[in-house]
């Protein structure tokens, strides 16, 4: 009997018990994986995603040689140097062999330009920067090939006529830029270029021969730069951490289950003689076989994703992308902390259990959960360690790799203090429910019975709602900025027509543009809306002085300017229905952009901002009026200056584009024609862009964020629910009826999704308010979103109630002891 009610102590068998032991395990593994599918899926898909993402994150951008080919400096020398030959000369006698690329600029319509190249296809260095799609290169004056997009925009095909610069040239093939697919240019034979804007020389170099070379005036010699602070690998392997932490959390409930489940069987091997030590090995042994499984199934799966994947990501990325290029370094990572997250999980279980009695673990009831009292101090002391790291960050106005670092550090600072702040809170919930129904009750007590896993579930779903959050107030914060204005650029139904050196990112800002220039420019628009059906035509006026015109913020926080002010005409105000009676007297600005008016140290600068002989001259804090009725997307007339006051600042005015207002969406054939007419008239045109809109950033972070905490609760309330099945057939056979029992589940879940909603919700909004402690000071902080932070208060834990409420209140089948398995 002796055996029964003790259970051994020391290490009796050695290591064929413990081999023992570990083949006990597995098996008990193959023939149980159906209840460890969860936590199986969870990490398999966390791995999966891991290298999938990292993959991703580490192609996406430009690669560091982008331009350079296989050569690791380059010089760009203007094309109207007059000592060019010379100069290309000195090249080549100092550093060796060299690669010469001729670009001549020319105009396609388009805000984004194209160049017309002579490249030598087996030039030394280019030769990565150049690859046949099909057709063959051009050998002759009279050939060119083209790339895919400017081939489409053109309606070229290989053995079609393609006119430039006057010259009639037969397109030969299609071509691209491997390291760079977003570079447009028609390429023809060397020494075709007759006038070239720029001619860039690759060639090799030491730092040394570099430094010491005296590159001539005028010319930009650059070498291959490495990516700066953290890398996109680094980074997804911190969003690895936080994925796999969150996983933890779940399989520590799901490890927990699994072992009540395997009590009796514990009990038996405890019996017959297996010591604490051999009762832990069994649960650590299964989690390390969960953690290996998963992780190999998971590398599997996103290795296999990837390489079929690769050719077109590379489209998207705008380069091109071998399946290779994966960080493989991070896949042995991400798989290894796979398995450690399991084992860790599988630790809290083995211990709980391990401490059984035998004879309480033979009888097969649940042992009643050990009281512990923990102090909230640990985890107020880590979150408050994030805030103070996110302070120092800068948030989105930092800038640099100890920026990146400390934000990322704040940032899981403050969800493992989250973490540790879940048990506490969770212990706090029976307190506050004394007086509710007494289903209700019985939730709140079961709840902080087993806190171990009703913790864990609240730290998880905490996590889906901080970091949804998160996303949703940064994004706020980003998309309203009333100077570095962002979002949507145009409505799918407006088209704008620039004249050249006026269109958005133009280097040369605000430029006045000739007499010919505006009359061509009003011709073009008026036939381009004909031709949309729509005599909608707003001309835009923009005033400069004599260079451009501009809106700072100075002081702290500020430095950061905005151009692109039209003047408000009598004309733009008359289209956007607004009468002079609703323009406040003195009003020097008018804007839609929120946050704008009333911002501190915003000065109007207007002048000539050159470095040739500047002289800027200020208006301080220009009186801004608020007006809804105008245009909100960034290339839309949003910021104008009144025109009795450009008249008083001397500043000079000309109608620089056309806004276009077509009764419906554009059609790609509608844009494809309006793109030829402006580039025969010399002009660019704008359309929408893929840029998304603040509401679908905000309702798709919100929405994936409560769905992840509704699949979290979901799994833990049937954890937890069957756990206390014996309560559960109890209260049915003293009569309790379907209603209770729906009432019980449906507390349980209301009170974890309320409690994971106001946690995450204001650990969000501490994160940002800190993150953005600069913005704070200079008065740009936005309002909060109210519709997506009531979805997640108000209908997150609604949603959880009532699917708990659902899914719950079935009569269990049979009122008797658990079956010995």
Do not use: C
Request: proline content about 7%; cysteine-free; overall charge positive.
């Amino acid at each position: 009997m002796t055996a029964v009610l003790d259970r051994p102590t020391e290490t009796g068998g050695g290591v064929p018990a413990r081999r023992a032991v570990l083949r006990w395990a597995l098996r008990l593994f193959r023939r149980e994986w159906r209840q460890q599918i969860l936590v199986l899926t969870l990490i398999t898909v966390a791995v999966a995603a891991t290298i999938f993402g990292a993959a991703l994150g580490t192609n996406l951008p430009l690669p560091a040689n982008a331009g350079f080919g296989s050569a690791n400096a380059l010089v760009n020398l203007p094309g109207d140097d007059p000592h060019l030959a010379s100069e290309i000369t000195a090249l080549r006698g100092h550093f060796g062999t060299v690669d010469v690329i001729e670009n001549q600029v020319f105009a396609t319509g388009l805000v984004t330009g194209a160049q017309l190249r002579a490249q030598n296809p087996d030039g030394a260095y280019g030769r990565p920067t150049l690859a046949l799609v099909r057709g063959h290169y051009p050998h002759g004056p009279g050939e060119v090939d083209l790339t895919s997009g400017l081939a489409s925009s053109f309606r070229a095909g290989i053995g079609s006529t393609w006119h430039v610069d006057g010259r009639a040239l037969r397109v030969t093939g299609i071509v691209e830029n491997p390291q760079n697919l977003l570079d447009t240019f028609a390429l023809v034979a060397p020494g075709q270029v007759t006038r070239p804007t720029q001619v860039t020389v690759l060639f090799d170099a030491t730092p040394l021969s570099f430094a010491t070379f005296n590159f001539a005036p005028g010319t930009t010699p650059l070498r291959p730069q490495p990516p700066s602070g953290l890398t996109p690998a680094v980074i997804a392997l911190a969003f690895a951490v936080v994925g796999l932490f969150f996983i933890g959390l779940v399989a520590v409930a799901g490890f927990t289950v699994l072992a009540q489940r395997r009590l009796r069987s514990l009990g038996i091997l405890s019996s017959l003689g297996a010591t604490d030590k051999d009762v832990r090995l069994v649960m650590v042994a299964n989690g390390a076989v969960v953690g290996v499984v998963g992780a190999v199934l998971g590398g599997a799966i996103g290795i296999g994703a990837w390489i079929p994947y690769a050719p077109y990501f590379g489209t998207s990325a705008d380069h091109y992308v071998p399946w290779t290029s994966l960080p493989w370094w991070l896949v042995g990572v991400a798989m290894a902390l796979a398995v450690v997250t399991a084992i860790l999980a599988s630790r809290q279980p083995a211990r709980a259990v391990a401490d059984v009695p035998v004879v309480a673990a033979l009888s097969g009831r649940p042992v009643e959960p050990k009281q512990s009292r923990r102090s909230p101090r640990p985890g107020l002391a880590v979150l408050a360690l994030g805030l103070v790291l996110l302070v120092f960050s800068g948030g989105t106005n930092g800038g640099g790799g100890s920026s990146t670092f400390d934000t990322l550090a704040g940032v899981l600072a403050t969800i493992a203090g989250l973490v540790l702040l879940a048990p506490v809170i969770i212990g706090q919930v029976a307190r506050v429910a004394r007086h509710v129904p007494v289903a209700g009750r019985i939730a709140m007590r079961d709840l902080a019975r087993y806190r171990a896993r009703s913790g864990a579930a609240l730290a998880a779903a905490t996590l889906a709602v901080f970091i949804a959050m998160l996303i949703t107030l940064l994004s706020t914060n980003r998309f309203t900025e009333p100077l570095d204005y962002t979002g949507p650029n145009l409505p799918p139904n407006q088209l704008a027509v620039y004249t050249p050196a006026n269109y958005p990112g133009s280097s040369s800002g605000d430029t006045l543009p000739s007499s010919r220039q505006r009359q061509a420019g009003q011709a073009t628009a008026a036939r381009i809306a004909t031709a949309l059906g729509t005599r909608n035509v707003l001309p835009l006026t923009a005033a400069v002085a004599p260079t451009d015109t501009g809106l700072e913020q100075v002081g702290a926080g500020g430095g950061q300017g905005t151009i692109d002010i039209y003047v408000a005409t009598p004309a733009l105000l008359r289209h956007y229905g607004i009468r002079a009676s609703a323009i406040s007297p003195g009003t020097v600005l008018l804007t839609s952009r929120p946050g704008l008016q009333g911002s501190p140290n915003l000065v109007l600068q207007y002048g000539n901002f050159t470095e040739q002989n500047p002289v800027v001259k200020f208006v301080p804090t220009p009186a801004i009026q608020t007006l809804a009725s105008l245009p909100t997307d960034v290339s839309d007339p949003n910021l104008l200056i009144m025109a009795p006051v450009a008249a008083k600042l001397r500043l000079r005015e000309a109608t620089v584009a056309w806004l276009i207002q077509a009764p419906r969406s554009l059609t790609p054939v509608q844009i494809s024609s309006a793109r030829r007419v402006a580039a025969a008239a010399g002009l660019t045109i704008e359309t929408k862009n893929g840029t998304p809109s603040l509401d679908e950033v905000r309702n798709d972070a919100t929405g994936a964020g409560i769905l992840v905490a509704l699949g979290v609760l979901a799994m833990t309330i049937g954890l937890i629910r069957s756990e206390t099945s014996g309560d559960i057939r109890t209260l049915t056979a003293t009569g309790a009826s379907a209603r209770t029992r729906r009432g019980i589940t449906a507390a349980t879940a209301g009170a974890l999704g309320l409690l994971a909603a106001l946690v995450g919700t204001v650990a969000a909004y501490l994160a940002v308010l800190a993150s953005s402690w600069s913005q704070l000071l200079a008065g740009h902080m936005s309002l909060l979103p109210w519709l997506d932070l009531a979805a997640v208060l108000v209908g997150l834990p609604v949603v959880a109630a009532a699917g708990g409420w659902l899914l719950a209140g079935r009569e269990p089948r049979a009122i008797a002891h658990q079956p010995l398995e």
